[in-house]
């Protein structure tokens, strides 16, 4: 990782939303409902933007946009967990697959060292300095998306291990 990229903060001016999840009140209420959906339409968008960006710009974006930094607290904290989501309705179910799902590509991204000139320390020392990975998001990542016995499993494994063997300390 180039020491240009930490130095050079300059990144696109986005506006990362906020995740949400509607009430059930809300889910019933067609006009939220519908207000919800567009939300996550805003999100899906931002979401693929930043898995399609160079890398150097990804990490830029994850590093210094403050508006990415409360967006995935935002989905870590009130995402349903994986034992709530048999209790969802089932309109609600896709539009939340879908943002999760992005979510967990760009948590892959952030977890893999993918910076020209870097090596693993180098990746380690910069997700440990600027908090990209801490207990407490870790643990959120995993009681969202595991379950046991399937491919998500098998990838969360794989964002978990990338994680702790690039720590320096």
């Not at 979401?47 to 409360?70: A, E, G, H, M, R």
């Not at 995935?72 to 967990?81: G, K, M, N, Q, V």
């Not at 180098?122 to 407490?136: K, P, R, S």
Request: with cysteine; hydrophobic share 40%; proline share 4%.
């Amino acid at each position: 990782m180039s020491r240009n990229l930490i130095l050079n903060t300059s990144i696109e001016s986005r506006n990362f939303i906020s995740f949400c999840f509607p009430s059930n009140e809300q889910l019933e209420d067609k006009t939220e409902f519908h207000d919800w959906l567009e939300r996550m339409i805003f999100l899906s968008e931002d979401l693929k933007w930043l898995l399609s960006i160079t890398s150097d710009n990804f990490w830029k974006q994850v590093l210094y946009d403050p508006t990415w930094k409360k967006c995935l607290d935002s989905f870590l904290l009130y995402a349903p967990r994986s034992y709530d989501l048999r209790n969802l309705p089932e309109k609600s179910k896709s539009a939340f697959s879908s943002i999760s799902k992005l979510f967990l590509l760009v948590i892959k991204r952030m977890s893999e060292n993918s910076i020209e000139n870097s090596d693993k320390k180098m990746h380690g020392e910069l997700i440990y300095e600027n908090f990209v990975f801490d207990a407490a998001k870790i643990f959120d990542i995993c009681s969202i998306y595991y379950k046991p016995a399937t491919n998500v499993c098998t990838f969360l494994e794989e964002i978990i291990r990338d994680v702790f063997l690039s720590q320096p300390k």
